[in-house]
């Protein structure tokens, strides 16, 4: 059974940085994965999305050039490294596998879902 876990949310003051780490187990190969987040009051959305077999990378407009998704293939791992943060990315943020098709932002489209991890971003 796969499990995905991830790590690394807190606090931080807007203009501030974190990263985001997750871990995945029970996969023969390692999925395509990304991230997806959920604010209060709002719906949940994706965030990136790093693909496995090319390593291609997508991104929301909300957080283009700000967030930055990698992945470390042999430990069936995924990043994602948040600069520039903001008030409007507090939220819940979820890592996220196996992309089962559709719009990629949709968090439909993915199977496998972690627990999430809280980010609190105050001014």
């Known amino acids: 059974q796969a499990h995905v876990v991830e790590s690394g949310g807190g606090s931080v003051q807007a203009g501030g940085s974190l990263r985001l780490s997750c871990s995945t187990s029970?996969?023969?190969?390692?999925?395509?994965m990304g991230w997806c987040r959920q604010a209060p009051g709002k719906e949940r959305e994706g965030v990136a999305y790093?693909?496995?077999?090319?390593?291609?990378?997508y991104y929301a407009e909300a957080v283009k050039g700000r967030f930055t998704i990698s992945q470390d293939g042999a430990k069936k791992s995924v990043y994602l490294q948040m600069n520039s943060l903001t008030n409007e990315d507090t939220a819940m943020y979820y890592c996220?596998?196996?992309?089962?098709?559709?719009?990629?932002?949709?968090?439909?489209?993915?199977?496998?879902w972690g627990q999430g991890t809280q980010v609190t971003v105050s001014s």
């Open positions: 996220v596998a196996v992309f089962r098709g559709g719009a990629w932002s949709s968090p439909t489209s993915w199977r496998d």
């Open positions: 029970g996969y023969t190969l390692s999925p395509s």
């Open positions: 790093i693909r496995a077999d090319n390593s291609t990378t």
